[in-house]
């Protein structure tokens, strides 16, 4: 018995320092990460969860996948993946996120929920349980060889994108006056109010921002999962919320860590997981975020205060 | 005078479970099913009412406690001989028991309270955000289990040959009988205790309450409920995991919410309302005639127009349909209105 264990503990190991399966964790972690800004922007400016980030992804994955069935160019696909998700951002943020932005934190949570659960059934009654298919960019997801192994492109290119992105995200919020704003809205949204920041603006701009990222990850994940059904991403932003709690959502970079965290540990259980035991990979991952919630409730990269509420 | 206001808070959503399940008497065999679901979904919202609504905390957890009172109560009920077939990894003990309708639903009942007291245990310790997603991940954890952990249960196949023994009455008898246990809790000790620590945690602190015992004490008798009801549904419809996951969850969240979470009479209006208007969209979805006009909606309509009815009363109206006030007579409002002034 123990030298099974021992030979599956070795096994394991083999599998998690295989460049392949790291390649690929830090593959899955970059979109988490880009996913996590999303989420966690919004929240720093507003102190609203976005349950229905997901379904942003969802309709971004959806256009692409009606552009591509039409043979749309993979540049217009992509133009209307973005002009989809961005309409839909503006359109919730002035119907749902402004008229609530006085009401609890719980409210807020409920009413993104009912959102999310509104998108998805359109989605259903719109293009039924089976989906649609895109096609447009799964050349992205065919191997190159490196060296000895081979790396899937679309692991790099998330990898690049993230890096990207998240460098830009960085200058704007601290080199140009709107993203003063938005760290100061984040920081102590009265009193940037009383200044002079506009928080009608400052909103707009982070929601429009988040839409930006949510069309971005919907591109990068329609190419591993080509098929667009109306769950499409449920289950990654689903773990994306809980590696951004986890990580602390009380500051950008905590919740960013946080989702990319959950995105490589999720990636390499997955990678290095024999197949009889990856079933339960959801169960060990939720396993591990209870966990940390119970230690650091605050968030695991957020320095503690003590376990005591403050009020 | 504080008797009878009691009494009215108390029966009122009594009256109208007896209402609904009196009227469900009077339909046809189709149409029954309706009124038993609508039944099942008062004892449920009310099970998660006890603990959100008194706390003030969301859970997106309670269905996983329904879910394991529906795995109790179905795998023990299932005739021995049919369980081999259907169940074949079972444990010994499960394979080798089956239980009658009432014990199975004690069982599932106590499966959920228990399952909920040791969820709460560590969990009840967190609050705000860090609780709702430590609830989502034990909701998460007890679906992967039961989707792939044969040996407690069907699996990813779907419950067969459970006892169908929930009928009009017993839907009826078990709403009532939660609706009883759920007023019983908030007029008591502890549940005055707990609405204190959600009105004002501070406030109760000081006066010695502790928030984390209140908690515990009220998820886990919001859990055996939740196990009850689960109960209660799958001695009625065979289901299988994934109708004891997301989409239920969301579903019940929002009658609560809809409903008004701060009020049992609020869970139980809500609970009644949307189950309503789900059969009314679930027969248009089939083609409905009304005097002579046959409306048809294509089908999916109905959590479209549930999820579209949520959002607009969580915009417009964030404390719900009954603004989770309890329910009250006018005239005896009045009275006491006058008798406080002098």
């Known amino acids: 018995m123990n030298e099974v264990l021992a030979s599956g503990l070795t096994d394991f190991l083999d599998d998690a320092v295989n460049l392949q399966v790291q390649v690929d964790a830090i593959g899955l972690g970059a979109i988490f990460a880009l996913m996590a800004v999303g989420i966690g922007l919004v929240f720093g400016v507003m102190r609203l969860v976005n349950f229905a980030y997901g379904q942003l992804i969802m309709a971004g994955a959806f256009a692409i996948a009606f552009a591509s069935e039409r043979g749309w160019p993979v540049a217009a696909a992509i133009a209307l993946c973005f002009a989809v998700v961005l309409t839909l951002s503006l359109a919730m943020e002035r119907v749902v996120f402004r008229p609530l932005r006085t009401q609890s934190a719980a409210v807020m949570l409920i009413a993104t929920f009912a959102v999310s659960f509104l998108l998805q059934s359109i989605a259903l009654l719109w293009f039924g349980p089976l989906g649609k298919t895109a096609t447009s960019l799964v050349q992205l997801n065919r191997p190159v060889s490196v060296g000895s192994v081979e790396i899937r492109k679309i692991a790099i290119v998330a990898i690049v994108t993230a890096v990207i992105c998240l460098t830009l995200l960085v200058l704007l919020l601290n080199r140009t006056s709107i993203g003063l704003h938005m760290r100061a809205a984040a920081i102590d949204s009265p009193t940037a109010r009383m200044l002079g920041v506009r928080a009608n603006m400052v909103s707009t701009v982070s929601v429009l921002i988040a839409g930006a990222l949510a069309a971005l990850v919907a591109v990068l994940l329609t190419v591993q999962y080509p098929t667009v059904t109306p769950t499409f991403a449920l289950q990654e932003t689903i773990l994306v919320l809980a590696g951004v709690v986890v990580g602390g959502m009380s500051r950008l970079l905590s919740a960013t860590l946080g989702g990319f965290l959950i995105g490589y540990v999720s990636g390499l259980l997955g990678g290095a997981l024999p197949s009889s035991q990856s079933q339960y990979l959801p169960s060990l991952l939720f396993g591990l975020v209870i966990l940390v919630l119970l230690l650091r409730p605050a968030g695991l990269f957020i320095r503690q205060r003590g376990l005591v509420e403050r009020v | ?342």
């Open chain 2, 1 to 342: 005078m504080r008797v009878g206001r009691a009494l009215v808070e108390l029966l009122a959503p009594v009256l109208l479970v007896v209402a609904a399940g009196i009227l469900g008497a009077f339909v046809s065999q189709a149409n029954e099913i309706y009124f038993i679901t609508a039944l099942i979904s008062v004892s449920t919202v009310v099970a998660i009412y006890v603990f959100v609504g008194n706390s003030g905390v969301l859970s997106f957890g309670h269905i996983s406690f329904f879910a394991v009172g529906v795995w109790a109560a179905g795998v023990l009920s299932i005739p021995e001989q049919e369980k081999p077939a259907t169940m074949p990894y079972l444990f010994d003990f499960l394979g080798s028991t089956t239980v009658g309708n009432v014990p199975s639903l004690l069982i599932a009942a106590a499966v959920g309270g228990v399952f909920a007291l040791l969820v709460g245990l560590p969990l009840m310790r967190l609050s705000g955000l860090a609780a709702g997603i430590a609830t989502f991940a034990v909701l998460g954890i007890t679906n992967n289990l039961l989707r792939y952990y044969e040996k407690i249960g069907p699996g990813l196949n779907t419950f067969s040959s459970v006892p169908e023994t929930t009928d009009l009455v017993q839907a009826t008898i078990g709403a009532v009988l939660v609706i009883a246990a759920a007023f019983a809790y908030q007029r008591s000790r502890l549940g005055r205790q707990l609405r204190a620590t959600r009105e004002d945690p501070a406030a109760a602190r000081a006066v010695g309450i502790s928030i984390y015992r209140q908690r515990i004490a009220s998820f886990a008798l919001s859990g055996f409920l939740a196990g009850f009801a689960g109960g209660l549904y799958i001695h009625f419809i065979p289901i299988n995991v994934d109708s004891v996951y997301l989409d239920l969850t969301f579903i019940t969240l929002a009658m609560l919410v809809i409903g008004g979470a701060t009020s049992l009479w609020g869970a139980v209006v809500g609970a009644l309302f949307v189950s309503a208007l789900d059969s009314v969209l679930a027969e248009m979805e089939d083609g409905l005639t009304v005097l002579g006009v046959t409306i048809d909606v294509p089908s999916g309509s109905r959590i479209v127009v549930v999820s579209a009815i949520m959002a607009l009363v969580v915009i417009v109206r964030p404390s719900g349909l009954t603004g989770g006030r309890e329910f009250a007579l006018p005239w005896l409002a009045r009275r006491r209105r006058t008798a406080e002034a002098k």
